[in-house]
């Protein structure tokens, strides 16, 4: 291998401590070729771009040109000689290489004088070159196009979820306006058409007595793959009374009973279920006595009775397993028997331990809890089932299965003829883990084929195309899944619609470049750091790096990127802030808009964040460290030296 090639390459093979300086240009020259051999093979992808946004992707191009080879050994070369070493090229990548092209050539021509050296064509080249200059206000223009006018006192923008429809009103909206707040996510995941409009209704509201603008994104669910519905094996209610320090009653314990028929259509749970028959049978102050699971002799006594439910209250503590018969008495009588049953219990999980087998499903069934012997082994696996099957099609042995964020960790182990998947549990957060339903699934080694864009979406986009500025695209992966869109939104008649492309994938992250060039032929284009289900994917330990790489990118394209997913997130949700969590936001400066999730203390996150932002932009820009004054270092003069 030879010198020239060692620098270009990083390799481990030892190198001279400092190149000739005909070495160096060579090396820079041959760069340039890589440059414009690539933009000549996309030549065609660049020009569906508009003319607006073609530069954006040409510097795209040259930004992946340049980043197919290890260029550390080269920087160090440059370094050693005073000149740029190509570390903040992003925006401008032809340009940058260029100037320090011609600086390397100017340096030969001078030490090396009987090198014969041709400046004029080159420095031709750097005067036609997109310039560092030019490509800022691209970047800028860009973010404003999407985002709306930049805010006044910092040129990051905030976002904010937001909150369900019930707790929102126009005075929530105003304090997180006066706070800061520069653009409002609505999650189209969850409530409806009816909410996102009394939402939408409370911003402008808002906005009109405030005189402030606020842009609106609303972002589409996009495919879910979670756990289905988990059915107990067995179903229990228990209640007791209060005691005091001795052990005697002091407050009777209150048992809602519901009729059977109401059930279904209440939202709040009742612990026991009547039939109709059984329900027309009883009256106010009746007592209802049975033996319970324990073959305790029990009592309630009904104390109220509407149409519905009835509220019974006893001072003994009971445990009823599954169903019981109870006697009627009123008076001293027996007046009848009914039948109380125990309701399906909400909210049903499976407990799941490091080493248990699983078996993940296709098929449309409840969810069942493993089955274990008196030591705690799996006897016969639990049954997950998964609410989008057609996730699973290119599932294999070896695959990772994530669930719940990466609480639980498991492996295929074996694909069964039926289409179930035996998994083999390799980690989980605690020494028993708990898997609810609805639950999310990753499958990081797994290629999906399901559209990014769901009937759903579909359905929601008619909406989103006559309230928002911008749209967001969950779970996209491939380039099928942008154009999807494009073509949803031409149908629909809005050509100017903003997009947000969510990066949570792995796929969606190793196809990133595409992505974006596909983006650009139909701008307002962003991209959101989804860095929750990202991590989950990749390996936490990878996130900090993969979230660089992504900022990068974007900066090649000159897309506005949004740093997403709990920033701020223990101050939004409790008041008080993490150590972790500021320094968190305060690297957030990067991207030029950063996310906020919704919380109780959430206007104040947004006043906190506002004010780091604020202070990080006098330090730094995208990759670059800004020197502004620092007053700890006019005292050292003053004091110390």
């Known amino acids: ?11 481990d093979e030892p190198a001279p401590a400092v190149l000739r300086f005909d070495q160096v240009a060579g090396l820079l020259e041959q760069l340039e070729r890589e440059l414009l051999e690539l933009e000549s093979e996309m030549s065609l992808a660049i020009q569906a771009v508009p003319s607006s946004h073609r530069e954006s992707a040409k510097n795209l191009v040259h930004y992946v040109a340049l980043r197919q080879r290890d260029l550390r050994s080269l920087q160090a070369q440059l370094a050693q000689r005073g000149l740029s070493s190509l570390g903040r090229t992003e925006s401008c990548v032809m340009g940058g290489l260029l100037q320090v092209s011609a600086r390397a050539h100017e340096a030969l021509s001078i030490h090396e004088p009987g090198v014969r050296v041709e400046l004029q064509g080159l420095s031709e080249r750097c005067q036609a070159a997109f310039s560092w200059d030019s490509a800022q206000e691209l970047l800028h223009r860009h973010t404003v196009d999407l985002f709306g006018e930049r805010p006044s006192d910092r040129h990051v923008y905030i976002m904010v979820t937001a909150p369900p429809a019930e707790e929102v009103d126009r005075e929530w909206m105003l304090r997180l306006l006066e706070a ?23 911003l402008e509201e808002a906005k009109q007595k405030s005189g402030k603008s606020c842009r609106v994104l609303m972002d589409l669910a996009g495919p879910k793959i979670r756990t289905g519905a988990i059915k107990s094996k067995r179903r229990v209610a228990t209640w007791k009374p209060q005691r005091d320090d001795i052990g005697k009653p002091i407050v009777p314990a209150r048992v809602v009973i519901r009729r059977a028929l109401a059930a279904a259509s209440t939202a709040e749970p009742a612990p026991l279920l009547i039939g109709e028959k059984d329900f027309s049978k009883l009256r106010v102050a009746d007592e209802l006595r049975f033996r319970d699971a324990r073959d305790k002799s029990r009592t309630l006594i009904v104390e109220e009775l509407d149409s519905d439910q009835l509220v019974a209250s006893t001072v003994e503590r009971a445990y009823l397993l599954n169903a019981v018969e109870a006697q009627v008495r009123r008076g001293k009588k027996h007046k009848d028997d009914v039948t109380l049953a125990v309701s399906e219990i909400r909210d049903v999980a499976i407990d799941v331990r490091t080493g248990d087998s699983l078996l993940l499903t296709k098929r449309d069934v409840a969810g069942t809890a493993p089955e274990r012997d008196h030591k705690g082994r799996v006897e016969t696996p639990g049954v997950v089932a998964c609410t989008l099957p057609e996730a699973l099609e290119h599932l294999e042995v070896g695959h990772r299965v994530l669930f719940d964020d990466g609480k639980i960790h498991a492996v295929v182990e074996r694909v069964k ?30 290629r999906i084929t399901v559209p990014a864009l769901s009937k759903e979406d579909r359905r929601a986009l008619a909406f989103v195309v006559t309230r928002a500025d911008a749209v967001s695209l969950s779970f996209v992966r491939s380039v099928d899944d942008v154009r999807a869109l494009h073509q949803e939104l031409t149908r629909l008649g809005n050509r100017t619609l903003g997009i947000v492309l ?16 596909e983006g650009l032929r139909r701008p307002p284009l962003s991209v ?60 957030s400066v990067a991207a030029e808009c950063v996310m906020l999730n919704k919380g109780s203390f959430i206007h104040e996150a947004v006043s906190v964040l506002s004010g780091i932002l604020r202070r990080m932009e006098h330090h730094r820009y995208k990759k670059r460290s800004l020197f502004r004054k620092l007053e700890v270092a006019v005292s050292m003069g003053r004091h110390q030296l």
């Open 502 to 517: 969510k990066i949570e994938t792995r796929a969606g992250f190793e196809n990133l470049a595409s992505l974006l060039l």
């Open 417 to 446: 003829n039926s289409g179930d998947f035996s998994l083999r549990v390799v980690r989980t957060d605690r020494p028993i883990s708990k898997l609810r339903g609805e639950k999310g699934i990753n499958l990081p080694d797994t």
């Open 528 to 587: 959101m750091i989804a860095r929750g289900d990202l991590a989950v994917e990749v390996g936490f330990e990878r996130l900090a790096e993969l979230q660089d790489e992504i900022l990068w990118l974007c900066e090649a394209a000159h897309v506005p990127a949004i740093w997403a997913t709990q920033v701020l997130d223990t101050l939004a949700r409790t008041g008080v802030p993490s150590r972790a969590e500021v320094t968190d936001a305060s690297a």
């Open 1 to 11: 291998m030879t010198t020239e090639q060692s620098a270009l390459t990083g390799t």
């Open 180 to 202: 800061g707040m520069n653009v409002l996510r609505i999650n189209c995941a969850h409530e409806t058409e009816a909410e996102w409009s009394k939402i939408l209704g409370a």
